[in-house]
C-alpha cells in the first residue's frame, strides 16, 4: 500500500468534501443528528475548500492531506490559533483532522498527525490545540494516545441541533 502526504492545493476541494461528508457522517453518528449529517451539502462543502485552500499561509497555515493509492482518504487543516486566550504567534489550531472510515485503526491517523506536528514544529509553533466533541470518545482516545491531553477548556453547545458541548485538548511541540 502506498501512502503519501502532501499540502492541499485548489484542484483537490472536490475530493477533500467528499472525504469529509463521509467522515464527518460516520465519524459523528450518534453524536450529531441523523438528519444534519444526511443534509451535509457536498457542494457546499466543496465551494468552502476552494475559499480555505485559496487562503493557505504556508507555512502557519495550510491543509495536509493523505493520499492512499493516489486517493485522498483523509486531511487536516492547521493554522494560528484564534482562541482568545493564546497567542496566536506560539499556538497553532488543528481545525480538522478526519479520515475515510476505512483507514481508522490503521496508521493512517497517526501518519498523518505525525506530518502535521512536524509542520507546526518547523513553522515555529510551540503548542498546538484542537477541539473535540464531548461525546467523540474515540477520537479523543486517539489524540490521547498520541500525547494530546485535555486543558480544562470547555465550549457549550450554542442551542443548535447540530451543535454539541467541545473540549479543548493541548499538545507542547518542543
Do not use: C
Not at 453518528?29 to 449529517?37: F, K, N
Request: net charge negative; proline share 3%; aromatic share 10%.
Amino acid at each position: 500500500m502506498t501512502r503519501e502526504i502532501r499540502r492541499a492545493v485548489a484542484g483537490d476541494a472536490a475530493e477533500l468534501a467528499q472525504v469529509q461528508a463521509a467522515s464527518w457522517r460516520a465519524a459523528f453518528r450518534g453524536v450529531l443528528p441523523d438528519a444534519y449529517l444526511a443534509d451535509l451539502d457536498v457542494d457546499a462543502l466543496r465551494s468552502g475548500w476552494s475559499e480555505l485552500l485559496a487562503d493557505a499561509r504556508w507555512p502557519r497555515a495550510a491543509t495536509l492531506l493523505l493520499k492512499e493509492e493516489g486517493e485522498i482518504v483523509g486531511y487536516s487543516r492547521f493554522y494560528p490559533s484564534d482562541d482568545g486566550d493564546v497567542d496566536p504567534a506560539r499556538v497553532a489550531m488543528i481545525g480538522s483532522m478526519y479520515t475515510l472510515p476505512r483507514v481508522w485503526r490503521t496508521g493512517a491517523g497517526r501518519m498523518l498527525m505525525s506530518a502535521v506536528i512536524g509542520a507546526l514544529t518547523e513553522a515555529g509553533y510551540g503548542t498546538a490545540t484542537l477541539w473535540v466533541l464531548e461525546e467523540n470518545v474515540r477520537a479523543q482516545g486517539f489524540y490521547r494516545a498520541l500525547g494530546w491531553a485535555g486543558d480544562g477548556t470547555r465550549h457549550a453547545g450554542d442551542g443548535d441541533s447540530a451543535a454539541a458541548g467541545k473540549l479543548r485538548f493541548r499538545r507542547q511541540l518542543e
